[in-house]
Nanobody, 121 residues
Framework: QVQLVESGGGLVQPGGSLTLSCAASGFTFSNYSMAWYRQAPAAKECELVARISRTGGATQYADSVKGRFTISRDNGKNMVYLQMNSLKPEDTAVYYC?????????????WGQGTQVTVST
């Protein structure tokens, strides 16, 4: 079965950096687009952070993270990453790794269990 295991979350000061990792198994990784979503503490819904195509040739970012976050993948290792720089308190959220059915939508996606990122002094 599909397994998505996130790691790398934690507590970081504003302006700091973190790299999230997602280890994928149970499917042919290179056949699927992947994404990172997040849910802030007071938010009712998750929001897209970034998505990446099967080959990594196409990426898309939320406006709030453009220029600060970078999504990447290693199809040889079945891994997807989210490099987060210049972190802000408003980046505090649970971050989820997704296996997408369609690059442009989270509908029907498989979700990991999430990893907490807290940006605070």
């Amino acid at each position: 079965q599909v397994q998505l295991v996130e790691s790398g979350g934690g507590l970081v000061q504003p302006g700091g950096s973190l790299t999230l990792s997602c280890a994928a198994s149970g499917f042919t990784f290179s056949n699927y687009s992947m994404a990172w979503y997040r849910q802030a503490p007071a938010a009712k819904e998750c929001e897209l952070v970034a998505r990446i195509s099967r080959t990594g040739g196409a990426t898309q970012y939320a406006d709030s993270v453009k220029g600060r976050f970078t999504i990447s993948r290693d199809n040889g290792k079945n891994m997807v990453y989210l490099q987060m720089n210049s972190l802000k308190p408003e980046d505090t959220a649970v971050y989820y790794c997704l296996k997408l059915v369609n690059f442009f939508s989270e509908r029907g996606a498989d979700w990991g269990q999430g990893t907490q990122v807290t940006v605070s002094t």
